[in-house]
């Protein structure tokens, strides 16, 4: 669960470094996801590691997913409802894929 939530937790980011080479904002969520682990019992090192496998994996996945992470950009900033967004990932990954 928590490798998951490390995931969701900087996807921003990764997504930020993907689209423009840097990500600027992602500070806060690397900190806030640091203090997290720690408060779970995480030494600094393994809190470390942690943060680090979740940006390459949520990296991979983006890469990986990009018809869909691009689809779901275009469909938020129209405003599209929540059941719009996800009709919009499930369409463009198949379920062979997940």
């Not at 869909?68 to 990932?89: H, N």
Request: charged share 25%; proline share 0%.
């Amino acid at each position: 669960m928590v490798n998951k939530f490390s995931c969701i937790a900087l996807a921003g980011v990764a997504a930020e470094y993907l689209l423009y080479g840097r990500a600027e904002g992602g500070l806060a969520d690397i900190n806030k996801l640091d203090g997290l682990l720690k408060g779970l019992g995480f030494t600094q090192k393994k809190a470390d590691s942690q943060v680090r496998w979740a940006v390459l994996n949520t990296v991979l996945i983006l890469r990986r997913h990009e018809k869909a992470r691009s689809q779901l950009a275009e469909a938020m900033s129209t405003g599209k409802s929540v059941g719009s967004c996800i009709q919009v990932i499930e369409e463009c990954i198949s379920t062979d894929d997940i």
